[in-house]
């Protein structure tokens, strides 16, 4: 099994920053290569891809954050990281990381964290 715990999100104002962690466990995890990614979900939308890093680091954002945001990931720690910067009031949305892998391949999610740009 893959657990994932996300944080750091909150309120923040227009033009500031915020760093994103998501702790992955689990015997699974630990054992097979997994991509990470972090996606966003506002009300009455669908979850949109934000960043994606593949287990040998190549990355792949979606233009409305390109620029903005670095993703990154911690083998050490087991934990992968949305940096965001410039913040938008249409960053405003529940962040959920991603992973996917694993010997059948399947997607875990975790429970996600709020982020809220607002003056």
């Known amino acids: 099994q893959v657990q994932l715990v996300e944080s750091g999100g909150g309120l923040v104002q227009p033009g500031g920053s915020l760093r994103l962690s998501c702790a992955a466990s689990?015997?699974?995890?630990?054992?097979?290569?997994?991509?990470m990614g972090w996606y966003r979900q506002t009300p009455g939308k669908e979850r949109e891809l934000v960043a994606t890093i593949s287990d040998r680091g190549s990355t792949n954002y979606a233009d409305s954050v390109k620029g903005r945001a670095t993703i990154s990931r911690d083998g050490a720690k087991n934990t992968a990281y949305l940096q965001m910067n410039s913040l938008k009031p249409e960053d405003t949305a529940v962040y959920y990381c991603?992973?996917?892998?694993?010997?059948?391949?399947?997607?875990?999610w975790g429970q996600g964290t709020q982020v809220t740009v607002s003056s």
């Open positions: 689990g015997s699974l995890f630990s054992i097979y290569r997994y991509n």
């Open positions: 991603k992973a996917e892998g694993g010997p059948a391949y399947r997607a875990y």
